[in-house]
């Protein structure tokens, strides 16, 4: 299972520590490198690929598990001919409409509080040492179910890295 307890937008916040994203939203640069296959000029691509980043540890091992950090490290990162943008703004514009839209909320009626509702399972099929889906290990390849238990649905949302191009 994906946890997904996220329910206010403070869990970006941490994003405005020193020498990762400006007060305006731009990204600080870095010396390009190749990190897993990706371009990487920025230091919030750093901080999402390497340990080696000293931003690495701006969110811990429990954070990075949440469905809304996976959502926004696969929207920063994108796909093999993705176009990056130095600004944060759009990132977090996508990630926290995605997640909206992907979970569902309730008001408990005793506490009065929001509770997230939605169950989020990141599937793939294995036969012995082969993926057969969602496809390749690359961890731009997902598939996430999001049962919404309310109205009995189920939400997939998937990607495939590196298929379609080309």
Known sequence: AVVSTQ???????????????????????????????????????????????????????????ELLFLLFKHLVLGGPVCQYDDKIDRYLEIAKGLYKELITVQKNSETKKIELISKVLKVSAWDGDICWFPGDEHHQTFCYLILNPVNRIVTVFSHDYGKGCW
């Open 7 to 65: 329910s206010t937008g403070d869990f970006f916040a941490k994003l405005t520590a020193p020498g990762l994203v400006r007060e305006s939203g731009a990204l600080y640069k870095c010396f390009d490198e190749d990190i897993d296959g990706f371009l990487v000029a920025d230091e919030l691509h750093r901080m999402l690929l390497t340990e080696e980043s000293e931003h690495w540890e701006v969110y811990n091992e429990e954070e990075r598990q």
